[in-house]
């Protein structure tokens, strides 16, 4: 029931996500030209600088509660620091930093593996299955982020994303 609720709200969740990132993309620089000069030991330049950064004072959530997708209330009350939509990612103000650039990449990479409506399924999904902390595409950056901060080598890093990634998406579509 709520799986066929989410699908039929997708391309509203779509369109809002193309919206917002249509009004930041003049204030969108490439994460290739902040000066992260760690994120070129795990990604390629082409991805740095296709993946566009915003700061902002608020990372905007969806307006979920407003299609009727209850379960996922709570994301929205979340203190979070960033958030990733397709090639873009928005990060608070409060958190510059480049661990939080590397989290972010890793969804950019999902992002491209899963595709737009693809992505959302699953990442609601994940959210509704197991709650924000335990989110298979969560765990996946977060884990990924500790061991960039830790500055372990991941010569498969973007390989092993989207394998992962995949075997993700299979899990939670079933």
């Known amino acids: 029931m709520y799986r066929e609720t989410l699908i039929a709200h997708l391309p509203d969740i779509e369109n809002w996500i193309r919206m917002k990132m249509n009004q930041h993309g003049t204030l969108a620089e490439p994460i290739s030209e902040l000066g992260f000069k760690g994120l070129l030991s795990y990604y390629d330049n082409e991805l740095l600088e296709s993946t566009r950064v915003v700061y902002v004072d608020a990372v905007p959530f969806p307006p979920i509660q407003s299609l009727g997708l209850e379960q996922l ?27 939080i650039h590397f ?61 992962s990634t995949l075997k993700i998406r299979d899990s939670v579509l079933g």
């Open 73 to 99: 209330n709570n994301m929205s009350s979340l203190n979070m620091a960033g958030i990733t939509f397709d090639d873009m990612i928005f990060i608070h103000k409060r958190y510059k930093t480049e661990s």
């Open 103 to 163: 989290h972010e990449l890793v969804h950019t990479l999902q992002w491209k593996v899963l595709g737009f409506q693809e992505f959302l399924l699953v990442y609601a999904l994940s959210i509704v299955m197991y709650g924000y902390q335990k989110c298979p595409l969560e765990t996946m950056a977060y884990s990924y982020q500790e061991k960039f901060d830790r500055h372990e080598s991941l010569p498969n890093l973007v390989n092993e994303i989207e394998i």
